[in-house]
T-cell receptor, first 113, second 114 residues
Framework: GQQLNQSPQSMFIQEGEDVSMNCTSS?????WLWYKQDPGEGPVLLIA?????ELTSNGRLTAQFGITRKDSFLNISASIPSDVGIYFC?????????????FGTGTLLAVQP | NAGVMQNPRHLVRRRGQEARLRCSPV?????VYWYRQLPEEGLKFMVY????????ESGMPKERFSAEFPKEGPSILRIQQVVRGDSAAYFC????????????FGQGTRLTVV
């Protein structure tokens, strides 16, 4: 089935560092989403991207929808301990069912104070 | 998580038993989605329901799994004759308009089959 390749799998950084993670796909997506999941919780939507080339910020988070519609990245600037968690990209396939998301495999972020 | 309530939070079943997972959507939301998350993996779509109707069940296994969202009451995901491979976290999300980008996820039910 369709899948998103998300990298890196995990990151261990110092507080204050910037972080970058990305997702790539062989399929074209019409929407890219980035979620954060804390241990024992459900995913929480961070940023939604709707247009190729779109660059959107939410506080210290910035995400971009790739021009080819097959990739997206998420940057976190000046990381803090509460940024710890698993970050997932997700997408809606172009022309596919509008309510079905394909999720990436996640990036585990650990931030050392 | 904006009010999507799932229960139980943790469920242990022996092989062959039935598991019933409940999801109460945010008040006013009539669209519900179920996703499954295997250990160390991303979420995988199972089914999309709108009050009393199954809209898309393309992610549901063909046997043993069923879902409903009755006019009154929570959405139910039922797994009959559970096997060890059913062990996973099951997440429900709800939205008002049907757009998954506007949906809120619940905290999930962690099913363990022993």
């Amino acid at each position: 089935g369709q899948q998103l390749n998300q990298s890196p799998q995990s990151m261990f950084i110092q507080e204050g560092e910037d972080v970058s993670m990305n997702c790539t796909s062989s399929s074209i997506f019409n929407t890219w989403l980035w979620y954060k999941q804390d241990p024992g919780e459900g995913p929480v939507l961070l940023i939604a991207l709707y247009k190729a080339g779109e660059l959107t910020s939410n506080g210290r988070l910035t995400a971009q929808f790739g021009i080819t519609r097959k990739d997206s990245f998420l940057n976190i600037s000046a990381s803090i301990p509460s940024d710890v968690g698993i970050y997932f990209c997700a997408g809606q396939v172009l022309g596919g069912a509008t309510n079905k998301l394909i999720f990436g495999t996640g990036t585990l972020l650990a931030v050392q104070p | 998580n904006a009010g999507v309530m799932q229960n139980p939070r943790h469920l242990v079943r022996r092989r062959g038993q039935e598991a019933r997972l409940r999801c109460s959507p945010v008040k006013g939301h009539s669209h519900v989605y179920w996703y499954r998350q295997l250990p160390e993996e991303g979420l995988k779509f199972m089914v999309y329901l709108q009050k009393e109707n199954i809209i898309d069940e393309s992610g549901m296994p063909k046997e043993r799994f069923s879902a409903e969202f009755p006019k009154e009451g929570p959405s139910i995901l039922r797994i009959q004759q559970v096997v060890r491979g059913d062990s996973a976290a099951y997440f429900c999300a709800s939205s008002r308009t049907g757009g998954i980008t506007e949906a809120f996820f619940g905290q999930g039910t962690r099913l363990t089959v022993v």
